[in-house]
């Protein structure tokens, strides 16, 4: 079975960052929300982590499959999952996406291990400053590269 980013199946992917911004301020940048959010996550903020996302929001796996979230409440419960097994305390690279997206790098073999993989990507999609989609990739490269094609 494989994994992904933070969400994928527990036996193989997942990871975890700090401002002040999230719906309700226009001039929150996509970068700032995110940070927020992966900080709020980090304490174990669960109220201010579903003040950022979308309803509807969508997290995927590089391949789609039923670890794949649908809606905030599946993403919430995900992010649960990750804190408890120690995911939060990963370290977490951010580099820009583009006007309305941030790419999150994490390390999660880092805290689970071999069986993990050694980098994932994540992008992150915002619209009105909520999350509304998030796209896992096995590396960093591959993320860029997928934000360039847009």
């Known amino acids: 079975m494989r994994g992904h980013g933070l969400n994928g199946p527990p036996t193989k992917r997942p990871a975890a960052g700090e401002a002040r911004a999230y719906p309700g301020d226009m001039n929150s940048k996509p970068t700032e929300i995110a940070r927020e959010g992966l900080e709020a996550w980090r304490k174990g903020d669960f109220e201010t982590i579903e003040e950022i996302l979308d309803p509807n929001v ?5 391949e789609p499959g039923e670890w794949d979230c649908h809606g905030r409440d599946d993403v919430i419960r995900t992010l649960r999952e990750r804190y408890d097994q120690g ?4 370290e977490l690279e951010f580099r820009d996406g583009g006007e309305q ?13 071999p069986d993990w993989p ?3 990507a ?3 999609q915002f619209r009105n400053e909520r999350v509304v989609s998030m796209q896992d990739y096995r590396t960093e490269a591959e993320a860029i590269a997928a934000v360039e094609q847009r």
Request: proline content about 4%; glycine content about 10%; charged content about 20%.
């Open 122 to 124: 994540t992008v992150m």
């Open 58 to 62: 969508e997290w995927r796996w590089f």
């Open 101 to 113: 997206a941030v790419i999150v790098v994490s390390h999660p073999s880092e805290i689970g291990g």
């Open 87 to 90: 995911f939060a305390r990963g």
């Open 118 to 120: 050694s980098e994932t």
